[in-house]
């Protein structure tokens, strides 16, 4: 298998078009639904950044994913983490932060409140079966002297469950009490938020987002199919699980996708895979712009034969750069950016997120924490087949908002001791073909009634390399029998070379060897 795919995003949309009144969801105001619109560019943006940044100096495959770089992130934890933090921002750090998460034009920070609360009091309600928790919290350091403003306070509490809690960073305990929140608000799958190289005893403030996600599929795989396979033009592997279901599937001249929904349908994961030629940045390209309402009408039912890999993915990344690049650089810098926030001048000294996804045939388990650090200024078809065996895109997220949840990219295994093949032309393949037919006729000719063993391709190499001081007639004869017929010299020749030089790597636990020599009586005077 040879394809690159795009892996899922989990994504909150508003799918009002979506007339099916027994899967619950979220009700949106008109201003919430192009927040959710704005925010979900956002994540596009955002994961399109990541990309750039994970395959700067990488090898890149030919079909546009690199040697390494699967990753995972929640543009939706960072947009909550940060969306608290806006309420302690003013000026043109507000307007920044507004702009880059898609609450500017549609009430600011006010909006994105209210957007929040709703995710964080009802996302968890949709889908019994289906395990959604969001949390926040803020950790003080008392031994900074600063306090924390009082609207700012009032705010964290009534629209992000979040009490600030005061502490001395420089106790040695801090940021293991950090860490352990992390783990606990994700099932134990975020153990260590922050490192102990990461960790700043004299920051000012930590504020934290964890999310959790775990769903199983509404059609679930069996894992008695699932198989390892070549993955990425053959250059990786993937535990590739396998079912024919009927799933809502659309396509153009950039993508396939496919929906796969969780337990009653209220949270989807959405996978983008490139066709062959394609790039995951060219399907980055193609929905950008798009709303989620509208993509979401390309999609109808269709009986699909579906093949996706089963995977774990992790990842631990820094944010500063990449959110200041997306047009928020105030708030990486000293001033008077965050004077609600509290009683000194602080800026956004560290934030990062670490994110897991393991998907497998019973569904799939995700979650992420975001950490800001503040410091004080130091100044359709009917029918299809889906094949994700290249890199590909993947959102999760709740089908009635469309908000994306995680969006990331799956790039396959490192190869290991698994069946390699040789490739052959169309013609090499005639030639194998005509060959076997020689082989046959061997066995026949030379079979008695004893047991007995030959070795056809033996007879092969060493009459195909006499045959290259043949001619004529005697020329011929040798070439039919052994089955080449017409073919040329050079590409019995070409043919031989490729068995003699590749044969040999196939399997490390097989040994294959071919060889060949020739003796020439010196004694006699003869010359080649």
């Known amino acids: 298998m040879k394809r690159l795919f795009l892996l899922l995003t989990v994504m909150f949309a508003s799918l009002s078009t979506f007339a099916d009144e027994t899967i619950p969801g979220i009700e949106l105001t008109d201003s919430e639904r192009q927040l959710v619109q704005n925010n979900n560019q956002f994540a596009l943006s955002l994961f399109g950044k990541v990309r750039a940044t994970q395959t700067q100096g990488q090898e890149v495959s030919p079909t546009g994913g690199d040697l390494e770089g699967s990753f995972i992130l929640s543009p939706l934890s960072i947009t909550i983490d940060l969306g608290m933090l806006n309420n302690g921002a003013d000026g043109v750090t507000r307007d920044e932060i507004d702009a880059v998460l898609g609450s500017e034009g549609v009430g600011g920070a006010d909006a994105l409140n209210a957007f929040c609360r709703k995710l964080l009091t009802e996302s968890g309600n949709l889908d019994e079966t289906t395990h959604v928790a969001l949390a926040n919290n803020i950790y003080v ?36 009490v950090i860490n352990q929140w992390g783990s606990d608000h994700t099932e134990g799958m975020i153990e260590e938020a922050i490192s102990e190289d990461e960790f700043n005893p ?34 990786k592997e993937a535990q590739m699980m396998h079912q024919y279901s009927d799933f809502s599937y659309t396509e153009n001249k950039v993508y396939q996708s496919i929906i796969l929904p969780y337990g009653n349908k209220a949270y989807q994961m959405t996978v983008f895979l490139p066709w062959w030629g394609k790039t995951i940045d060219d399907v980055i390209a193609e929905l950008k712009g798009k709303s989620w309402d509208d993509l979401q009408q390309n999609y109808g039912s269709s009986h699909v034969y579906l093949f996706l890999p089963k995977f774990e993915t992790s990842t631990d990344m820094r944010l500063e750069d990449i959110m200041a690049s997306l047009g928020m650089p105030n708030a990486f810098e000293g001033g008077y950016g965050f004077n609600k926030f509290c009683n000194e001048n602080v800026f956004i000294g560290m934030m990062k997120q670490t994110a897991k996804i393991k998907l497998d045939e019973e569904g799939s388990e995700a979650s992420a924490v975001t950490v800001i650090e503040t410091r004080k200024d130091a100044s359709v078809p009917k029918y299809a087949e889906f094949v994700a065996d290249r890199p590909f895109l993947y959102m999760i997220s709740e089908r009635s908002t469309g908000a994306i949840f995680f969006i990331g990219q799956y790039m396959g295994e490192p190869r290991k001791n698994m069946r ?35 070795s056809p391709l033996s007879i092969t190499y060493a009459l195909g390399m006499m045959n290259n001081g043949a001619a004529g007639q ?19 020749n070409a043919f031989c070379r490729k068995l003699l030089t590749e044969a040999p790597t196939l399997d490390e636990t097989t040994a294959a060897e071919i060889a060949n020599t020739i003796f020439v009586n010196s004694g006699k005077g003869y010359h080649l």
């Open 420 to 454: 390699k093949d040789i490739s052959l032309t169309e013609e090499e393949k005639q030639l194998v073909a005509s060959n076997n037919g020689f082989a046959l006729n061997l066995f026949r000719k030379a079979r008695g009634e004893e047991s007995s063993i030959m």
């Open 202 to 235: 004299d920051a000012v403030s930590y504020l934290l987002n964890a999310l959790y996600f775990k769903g199983e599929w509404t059609h679930k795989f069996n894992a008695a199919e699932t198989r390892r396979c070549l993955f990425d033009d053959e250059r």
């Open 141 to 176: 350091n008392s031994a900074s002297g600063c306090q924390l403003l009082p609207a700012f306070v009032e705010t964290a509490q009534q629209y992000y469950d979040a009490t600030p809690e005061s502490r001395d960073f420089h106790d040695g305990m801090t940021r293991d």
């Open 474 to 492: 005697t020329q011929q004869e040798i070439n039919e029998v052994l089955g080449f017929g017409d073919a040329g010299a050079d590409a019995i």
